[in-house]
């Protein structure tokens, strides 16, 4: 069985406050911004997200398309 759109929501917003953690952790060391492009942990906090954002927008189709009528 697939994940419900709930449970990768909630992923979503687990991984999302990860990566807002740690650039906060990263601006109190006066870390510069263009270098997060080239930190592995930021990116794959990054990826991370944006592999659940892909996720939803697929279960969201999913659900969209019309259920075929069993004869």
Do not use: C
């Amino acid at each position: 069985m697939g994940r419900t759109k709930e449970m990768v929501e909630n992923y979503l917003a687990l991984a999302t406050a990860q990566v807002k953690s740690y650039i906060t952790g990263l601006e109190k060391d006066k870390q510069d911004k263009k270098a997060l492009k080239h930190d592995p942990k930021w990116r794959k906090l990054n990826a991370e997200t944006k592999k659940l954002q892909r996720q939803i927008t697929f279960i969201d189709k999913r659900n969209a398309k019309p259920v075929k009528a069993e004869a």
